[in-house]
């Protein structure tokens, strides 16, 4: 098995606008100055290195920011700052996720497959494995919002494993299906391991952790608490649940407000800083290099000077000759003679020659 | 410049999947109709009936334009008023109402809108075909002028696509813009000269001429002179000029837009 490098994520933050309002989350996209909305950071510089073959597990409580750090991972959602390198394809599994409710079944996987860019001979010879492997009968002819959510994840499951991604990110998907259906999954997710794909595994199921992964992170609160062997950080894991379980409601409560107050009022420098004192990166980097991963990454890149200079350009020469056409005197079209003559002779030969429907 | 690069890069890059999704997406959408694809072509044909009731036999008398037979004249402009109309409104909606899918998914986001385009194609060539036989049983000869139908043809395709990716992204940005959207192209339909003529009609000269600086326009009657023999690409200079003016700006902003805020639209679902 190779070692080679599939995910490198650096850093990697993801802030949520608390805005009210579409309208103003729109506003802030557009203005450069980012006005003073309520902030919430649901990742607070998470790093993190993924070898082909390996089988990572993410757990934590509800809240921690799992989902979100696989969405990014995935390539679905930018993040904040920080640096995220991806070598191969990527298939995520969510709960019914990305399964059209009108749709059918049969229509969901084709879907599916045609937006992967498959072509119709490929979905052809994978349509019927995929059904096999969902194995919900007659239901695949029935649209996707009758389906139980069983039945909904073992679809989302199917059409990805046949996607034949790099990378499968599984985000707790498997924990609404049954043991027949876990165990299929489980085969599948080992034959992929074995070819030296590599696997996220995302579950509250720590039984399923266990057994499957071979690292696991564990995140609280948008930080990575511990990243390590399965088995050290399960046996941290339940420790603190265990412990935090035993809590007063209140306690539980003031220590829940007490993180997401950190995460609302977590800054990019905060991180630096952090980092500073402390690195939680793999490899050491410059100070420059760092303080560029801190560093909130552009939307997209601004317009460049000269896309400005033609697109003034353009509109200026546009509203000249436009002013030029309406003052001309001369009719816009000129009349021609021959053709125009042509059609006017065949018109007034054959004039009584009226139009019917 | 840079992200017209890119979207066009990723237009002709995924050519084969744009065919299959959009013929695709025709089968399903007709798949419950008892008539099934010939919706697409029953629909603008009642649509056009009415308008030949109204505009041809009711206001004009039947009259002809140019020589030639109203119903000719009309069709052939109206074939390619109702692919625009039809694709700009359509493709307006084409990544709101594909982001279930992408949302769980990479995808070159900006294939959307021409997977919308090309679906319009089927029933632009039926449209197309009626108004061709309509123009041959008028007398209308073919001539070198035809030829013409492929220039613009590609005009037609450049603007609707330029105001597809534009249209997409502002309605993801911002939902009022589709409404806008839908407004003024119906007040289009009159002002583009779709369904009367323009210059014949009593409008003021300076308006008439303001009125022809519309692109839509431009493409309508361009359609007319290939068909029906009346006038050449060049001797039209400044309206081609202007035409792809407004075209490139159209798609410079749009794409422009595209790029910045694609990775962003999942954010804003």
């Known amino acids: ?357 | 410049m840079k992200s017209v690069w890119i979207v066009l890069k990723e237009q002709f890059g995924n050519l084969g999947m744009i065919f299959r999704i959009s013929r695709y997406d025709e089968h399903a959408e007709y798949q419950s109709h008892y008539l099934g694809l010939a919706w697409e072509i029953l629909n603008p044909i009642i649509q056009v009936g009415v308008y030949y009731l109204v505009f041809g036999m009711g206001l004009r008398g039947n009259r002809s334009v140019n020589g030639v037979p109203f119903i000719a004249w009309m069709l052939i402009g109206m074939s390619a008023w109702l692919f625009m109309n039809t694709s700009m409104n359509r493709s307006s909606k084409s990544i709101t109402g594909k982001l279930y899918v992408i949302s769980k998914m990479q995808f070159p986001v900006s294939t959307l809108p021409s997977v919308t385009i090309v679906s319009n194609l089927t029933a632009y060539w039926a449209m197309l075909a009626v108004a061709v036989f309509s123009v041959l049983v008028s007398g209308v000869p073919i001539t070198i002028y035809w030829l013409q139908f492929f220039y613009y043809f590609i005009c037609m395709i450049a603007f609707t696509f330029a105001m597809a990716i534009f249209s997409a992204t502002m309605t993801v940005l911002v939902r009022d813009y589709q409404f806008i959207l839908q407004s003024i192209l119906r007040v289009m339909l009159y002002l583009s000269g779709a369904i009367w003529n323009l210059t014949g009609s009593g409008l003021p000269p300076k308006l008439v001429k303001f009125l022809q600086l519309n692109p839509i326009y431009y493409v309508i009657n361009g359609y007319r002179s290939a068909f029906l023999s009346d006038g050449l690409i060049w001797e039209n200079k400044k309206a081609t000029l202007l035409f792809w003016l407004i075209t490139s700006i159209i798609l410079v902003i749009g794409c422009h837009l595209h790029v910045k805020f694609r990775a962003r639209f999942v954010d804003l679902a």
Not at chain 1, 47 to 53: A, C, K
Not at chain 1, 162 to 179: F, R, T, W, Y
Not at chain 1, 202 to 212: K, P, R, T
Not at chain 1, 233 to 253: D, Q, W
């Open chain 1, 1 to 357: 098995m190779d070692d080679t490098v599939k995910i490198r994520a650096r850093l990697i933050t993801k802030e949520y606008d608390m805005y009210k309002t579409r309208a103003d989350k729109v506003k802030a996209m557009l203005s450069v100055h980012k006005g003073k909305a309520p902030d919430f950071w649901a990742l607070k510089g998470v790093s993190l290195e993924v070898h082909s073959g390996e089988a990572l597990g993410i757990i934590g409580i509800n809240g921690s920011g799992k989902s979100t750090f696989s969405n990014i991972i995935s390539g679905i959602i930018p993040p904040t700052s920080g640096d995220l390198e991806i070598h191969g394809d990527v298939s995520i599994i969510a709960i019914g996720a990305g399964l059209k409710g009108e749709l059918t079944g049969l229509q969901n996987i084709r879907v599916k497959a045609l937006m992967s860019g498959m072509t119709n001979q490929e979905i052809d010879e994978i349509i019927q494995p995929v059904i096999d492997f969902a194995d919900i009968g007659a239901f695949i002819d029935q649209p996707v919002k009758s389906y139980s959510s069983g039945m909904r994840s073992r679809l989302g499951f199917a059409i990805a494993v046949h996607q034949h991604p790099d990378i499968l990110v599984v985000d707790e998907a498997l924990s609404v299906g049954d043991s027949t259906f876990y165990e299929k999954c489980m085969e599948k997710m080992d034959e992929f391991k074995s070819e030296g794909k590599t696997i996220i595994f995302i579950s509250h199921a720590l039984a399923q952790v266990e057994q499957f992964c071979d690292k696991v992170l564990w995140m609280h609160y948008g930080d990575v608490r511990e990243y390590g062997d399965t088995e050290e950080v399960l046996t941290h894991y339940r420790t603190f649940t265990g412990r935090f379980n035993n809590l007063s409601k209140k306690e539980k409560r003031a220590y829940q407000n007490e993180a997401k107050h950190k995460q609302a009022v977590f800054t990019l420098d905060d991180l630096y800083a952090r980092e500073k004192a402390e690195s939680s990166l793999p490899r050491p980097v410059s100070d420059a290099e760092l303080k560029q991963l801190c560093a909130r990454n552009s939307i997209g890149d601004p317009m460049s000077k000269t896309t400005w200079f033609f697109l003034i350009a353009m509109i200026l020469a546009a509203l000249a000759l436009g002013t030029e056409m309406v003052r001309s005197p001369k009719p816009l079209k000129s009349a021609l003679p021959a053709p125009t003559a042509v059609v006017q002779t065949i018109a007034t030969e054959t004039p009584s020659r009226p139009w019917k429907i």
